[in-house]
């Protein structure tokens, strides 16, 4: 009877000591070597940008593109009224026929004069007024083929045709305007959206540890995820460029500039965007969700772990930066450690508990 009554006093606080065990989920840790992304914000820029201006004066008769639309290097998008030049251009042509008319002539005369002095028929004076002449013919033949060409680019540039390939934006003067080659405002501009530019600023020290990090690897495409403002990832690769050739001295920053394809041209310039940008490399660490630590006064990072004993021990870490929902911890934590994830308000530090594990959100596994 004693022995029984031993028995199930010794099984009741057995089940006492079960029941006083606080239920909580846990991850186990797996130290990794990982890369560090940065997130940065920018904004995208045209490719190349280019302004439509007149070269020379005249009336515009004709606007030849719809605005906002996709236009071709080459093509034409203003007529100027070019009577006036076509008028320019036949006198040009014309005058340049009588030059030639004239070479032949005294061409003609300063041969004949040529063997006329050789038999001394003629004086030497006479002999070289007209290969003067002859040499004078030739140089204007050349002054009217320039007139000639000269007539021929101007009457060209009464249309005015796209610089490059790209959107043309609004027009700012339309069919009835006068325009001149010297004017201040310019008709329409192109922006070329196929590459594009985002470009956003980092610090000197970001840019040289991300200038490292590109060159060890075979394409800087790895190193860069885009997103819009909403989240949205960008599935487009990125390739990596350095913008300013110095650091502002006021800011220590420079611009970093990244190209993409932008194909469709479904992003337009100055839109705003997110970036992710592998600054670092080859860092121990552990990704802990972001409810799993505690922060003192002094802003010092803590998470709670169990122990061999499934009890509750406060461990001092060392936190990197955010990413996503999680916290990158560098320093405090090793493989086979369990941090709790859940039930935190419900422990205290000596605390039994009851765990259950959790996937890890480094892992999914």
Excluded at 102 to 111: F, G, S, V
């Amino acid at each position: 009877m004693l022995l029984s009554a031993c028995d199930d006093s010794q099984q009741t606080q057995e089940q006492a000591g079960q029941a006083q065990a606080v239920p909580v989920e846990s991850m186990l840790i797996n130290v990794q070597n990982m890369d560090i992304s940065e997130p940065y914000s920018g904004r995208t820029v045209a490719y190349r940008i280019a302004e439509v201006r007149p070269q020379v004066d005249g009336i515009i008769t004709k606007r030849l593109f719809e605005e906002g639309a996709d236009v071709k290097e080459g093509q034409v998008l203003y007529q100027i009224e070019s009577s006036s030049y076509q008028a320019k251009l036949d006198k040009a042509k014309g005058d340049l026929q009588y030059a030639k008319e004239q070479l032949r002539l005294n061409k003609r005369l300063a041969q004949r004069y040529k063997a006329l002095h050789a038999s001394r028929a003629i004086s030497k004076e006479k002999y070289d007024e007209a290969d003067s002449n002859y040499r004078l013919s030739l140089a204007n033949v050349e002054i009217n083929k320039s007139l000639v060409k000269s007539a021929q680019i101007n009457l060209d540039h009464t249309q005015i045709k796209a610089p490059i390939s790209g959107r043309i934006g609004k027009s700012f003067f339309s069919e009835g305007a006068l325009v001149t080659n010297a004017q201040s405002n310019y008709l329409a501009s192109i922006q070329q959206l196929s590459p594009l530019y985002v470009e956003f600023p980092m610090t000197s020290q970001e840019a040289l540890s991300l200038r490292s990090n590109v060159s060890e690897k075979s394409s800087a495409q790895d190193s860069v995820k885009l997103m819009l403002d909403n989240g949205v990832e960008i599935e487009s690769p990125a390739k990596l460029q350095f913008a300013d050739m110095s650091v502002n001295k006021n800011t220590d920053t420079v611009t970093v500039r990244l190209e993409i394809p932008n194909s469709q041209a479904s992003l337009l310039p100055n839109m705003y965007l997110r970036a992710e940008i592998k600054t670092k490399a080859d860092v121990d660490g552990v990704l802990v969700p972001q409810k799993a630590l505690k922060h003192n006064p002094k802003g010092e990072a803590s998470v709670m772990v169990i122990n061999a004993e499934n009890k509750v021990e406060v461990r001092p870490v060392t936190t990197k930066q955010m990413i996503g929902n999680q916290w990158l911890i560098t320093k405090g934590l090793t493989d086979g450690d369990q941090v709790i994830t859940v039930g935190l308000q419900k422990i205290r530090p000596g605390a039994l508990v009851d765990a259950t594990n959790v996937n890890d959100p480094q892992t999914n596994k």
